[in-house]
């Protein structure tokens, strides 16, 4: 019993000493007007029968028939297609987040416009995307590439809360999103337990210094996309850079410490 009593005085000891140095440690507020905008490219087929394929920032491809009816992707999320009329489509994505993107065309079919809401309980979030297009073709259909992209957000303030996960490891939450992922850094994947998380998501990091780690995002076992996160010398600003597996698009999010 004592021998048990000293292991987890030395375990208590240790996790309040990481909470107390540790700078990824702490609760860090979005900062929208910091973050740089991406380029995407964006490509929709018109595969006949109604059915389109889509392939988006992420670079994976999802076939999908323009009923409305949402189905099941690879990855486990669900997503479903429509047309409103002869300018406007509309998307919905739900991977615990739900997503409702409209399509506009504009009259020329020159650019393409997409709205994203992103509506939560406690956080609304939507962001605005032109594209320009870099192949031929007619309404929505064809390859196209972003030019601008405006950002907004009402409510509170998205928030990302790192803290303490055992003796060497960290909890990543997002309350807004219900998302939760707690791992340790020894190269093993971590399922992601939120209640916003769909099943057969993971992570898998490694720290390669007190100020830098890499993280993997995983769908069923295969890698979705690799992050860098990284805290500023003076602990005030975290910068978090990731990349798709399947896509040349860059996508950065500037955090600072609250």
């Known amino acids: 019993m004592r021998l048990h009593g000293l292991w987890l005085g030395v375990v208590f000891t240790a996790t309040h000493l990481l909470a107390a140095t540790d700078p990824f440690v702490g609760t860090w507020v979005y900062n929208i007007q910091e973050s740089p ?125 790192i803290t303490p996960f055992g003796v060497d490891g960290l909890s990543f939450s997002v309350p807004a999103e219900k998302h939760l992922s707690e791992m340790k850094f020894d190269g093993k994947a971590y399922a992601d337990r939120g209640e916003g998380d769909t099943g057969g998501r993971s992570s898998s990091g490694k720290r390669v210094n007190d ?14 996309d690799s992050a860098e996160l990284r805290v500023s010398d003076d602990g005030k600003r975290l910068t978090v850079v990731s990349r798709p597996a399947h896509s040349s698009a860059v996508f950065t999010m500037v955090w600072d410490k609250q």
């Open 37 to 161: 905008k991406p380029t995407i490219q964006y490509t929709i087929k018109d595969l006949g029968g109604e059915r389109y394929a889509l392939t988006g920032s992420t670079g994976v491809t999802v076939e999908v028939k323009a009923d409305g009816i949402p189905i099941k992707t690879p990855s486990g999320d669900t997503v479903s297609f429509k047309k409103l009329d002869e300018h406007d489509w509309e998307m919905v994505r739900d991977d615990g987040q739900k997503m409702v993107r409209t399509y506009t065309i504009s009259p020329d079919d020159k650019t393409l416009t997409l709205h994203d809401v992103f509506d939560e309980p406690e956080n609304k979030h939507e962001m605005t995307t032109k594209y320009g297009r870099l192949t031929p073709g007619n309404n929505i259909f064809g390859k196209w590439q972003s030019f601008s992209m405006e950002e907004k957000s009402s409510g509170k303030e998205l928030k990302l809360i």
């Open 211 to 224: 100020h830098l780690l890499q993280i993997d995002g995983l769908a069923n076992g295969e890698r979705e």
